[in-house]
């Protein structure tokens, strides 16, 4: 496997969510301010803030994730599952670099995710 490969690209990612975060935050609190002032509507403004904050935290996770993959790469242990240590699909780490689980635990843990349904 080309590690090295994976590397550059969450590299990449990191740098680009990194940078898209810190404009998304900003961009939040303008639209906010713009907004309330334009319209003197809060809920108007409530409603922008709370998208840009949605997807900022998004990318968080995803950022999070894509350090955890590069210190994975650091210890060797990059493309196993963090479950069960088996190697991780190499197709599934080119769509998903910063994937931690084989796409079996991952949609083990998305069920374990959803909640139950009461009865
Ligand atoms: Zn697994």
Known sequence: MNIGRYKQRLIELEASLSSRMARDVKSGRE?????????GDASVADEAESEDFTEA???????QQVQDALQRIEKGTYGQC?????????????????????????????????PKPTL
């Open 57 to 63: 935290q998004l990318d968080a996770t995803i950022l």
């Open 82 to 114: 963090l479950i069960d240590g088996g190697p991780i699909d190499p197709k599934r780490l080119d769509a998903v670099p910063w994937t931690p689980y084989c796409i079996r635990h991952q949609k083990l843990l998305v069920a374990a995710s959803r």
């Open 31 to 39: 639209q906010l301010i713009d907004t309330a002032a334009d319209a």
